[in-house]
């Protein structure tokens, strides 16, 4: 969209925004970096940096409030449950909030006047039409420009391609529980570096979030980054297991998810429904 609107296909935007979990991987900042300077600068649009901490860092901070991941736990029973997922919250819909609340010249606490809005567009395509929501704030109305030009990724994929943009990676923090195993891979295939990163953390949150555990609210089960509740340097990222196929049972969109992830990471305004998923529980680690 910000191609779009720079080349003049879109009108021009007045700002873009990047919502930054400070976890994203190097290819995605390296992407960010190159866009602005090609794309967004010549056209003079100016691309906004927000962020609300480190989701990384603040998982492992003792002293510093958590919002859950939704990471997938093994209680001591063996009953399976997942985190209930804030972190798509507090990283990324609350500082684009803030900042278009300060574009606005209305910054928190005071009241937006009714009638004062920013139009917002969200880059959902048509494959995905049923993601597109209204705002949940009045201060803001969702626009779906890519959805009204009728414009599925693939269309998407060929206009990038036609700027020289094919590379264009999906943004999700490094090590997001919503990977499939294909980005699982992907990680450990081309990135040792971060490879070491994620399954590092995944071992370090075995016992739930630092501030959690600080705080006497102790995760009895397990916590785990991959699906299958195993530590992700011996989890099974290179093929489906037999328990696996079992759990499946021919449901094509859950094998899909298995290796492919959640198709568009984490939009902040297209959140991945829960209906199908396993019973969430913040196993007190929401602290
Ligand atoms: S990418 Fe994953 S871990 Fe990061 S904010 Fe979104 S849901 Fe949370």
Redesign the pocket.
């Known amino acids: 969209m910000l191609a779009l609107s720079a080349e003049g296909l879109l009108p021009k935007v007045d700002y873009a925004i990047f919502a930054d979990?400070g976890?994203e991987p190097a290819a995605v900042y390296r992407h960010l970096d190159r866009l602005e300077e090609e794309v967004a600068k010549p056209a003079g649009i100016p691309v906004l940096r927000v962020r609300a901490g480190n989701?990384r860092a603040d998982a492992l901070n003792p002293d510093h409030r958590f919002a859950s991941?939704?990471l997938y736990i093994l209680n001591q029973d063996g009953k399976q449950g997942m985190t209930r997922?804030q972190?798509?919250g507090?990283?990324?819909i609350k500082p684009i909030k803030k900042k278009v609340r300060e574009l606005l010249g209305y910054p928190h606490p005071q009241r937006v006047p009714k009638n004062v809005f920013v139009e917002q567009w969200v880059g959902i395509s048509t494959d995905e039409f049923h993601r597109a929501k209204d705002a949940d704030v009045k201060y803001m109305r969702n626009r779906h420009p890519l959805i009204e030009m009728g414009w599925s990724r693939s269309d998407c994929v060929r206009h990038l391609t036609s700027l020289g943009l094919a590379d264009t990676p999906k943004?999700?923090?490094l090590?997001?529980?919503?990977h499939g195993n294909a980005q699982w891979r992907h990680i450990r295939d081309t990135s040792p570096e971060e490879w070491r990163d994620v399954v590092e953390f995944d071992a370090a949150i075995r016992k739930g979030n630092a501030r959690a555990n600080a705080t006497g609210n102790r995760l009895l089960g397990q916590a785990f980054l991959h699906r299958s509740r195993v530590p992700l340097d011996r989890a099974p990222i290179d093929h489906v297991t037999t328990a696996e196929r079992a759990a499946l049972r021919g449901d094509a969109a859950e094998a899909e998810e298995m290796e492919h992830g959640?198709l568009d990471?984490?939009s902040p305004w297209a959140c991945?429904g829960e209906a199908g998923k396993p019973k969430r529980d913040d196993f007190g680690l929401a602290s």
């Open positions: 979990t976890w989701i991941m939704p997922r972190c798509t507090e990283y990324k943004s999700s923090c090590g997001c529980p919503f959640v990471g984490c991945r």
